[in-house]
Nanobody, 124 residues
């Protein structure tokens, strides 16, 4: 089993920055990659970013490309999401997720483990 705990969510002004963290524990050696998703009020959860844990290959949704950066620490026990130039539409609950196999990075169903989510609210 793998446990994921997000932190860092807070309120921020439009144009500001927030850094989210996702602490990974348990059988993390079985993991292939991590992702970040978000769910805005009244909307479906959407994929926003991905990183493979060994090669460090990253991918981003168009909505956040150039503003958000995903990374992992050297020990691969924490994954980060640095969010810059925030917009009102970035307001959402942000979830980290982990997967054991490669595949379609945006497919929610391919991630086996999920955190509880952390709220980010952007005001103008």
């Amino acid at each position: 089993q793998v446990q994921l705990v997000e932190s860092g969510g807070r309120s921020a002004q439009a144009g500001g920055s927030v850094r989210l963290s996702c602490a990974v524990s348990g059988q993390s050696s079985t993991l292939f990659a991590m992702g970040w998703f978000r769910q805005a009020p009244g909307q479906e959860r959407e994929w926003i970013s991905y990183v493979s844990l060994n090669e460090g290959v990253t991918s981003y949704a168009d909505s956040v490309k150039g503003r958000f950066t995903i990374s992992r620490d050297a020990g691969k026990s924490t994954v980060f999401l640095q969010m810059k130039n925030l917009r009102g539409e970035d307001t959402a609950v942000y979830y980290c997720a982990a997967r054991q196999y490669s595949g379609a990075v945006w497919k929610e169903g391919e991630y086996e483990y999920w955190g509880q989510g952390t709220q980010v609210t952007v005001s103008s």
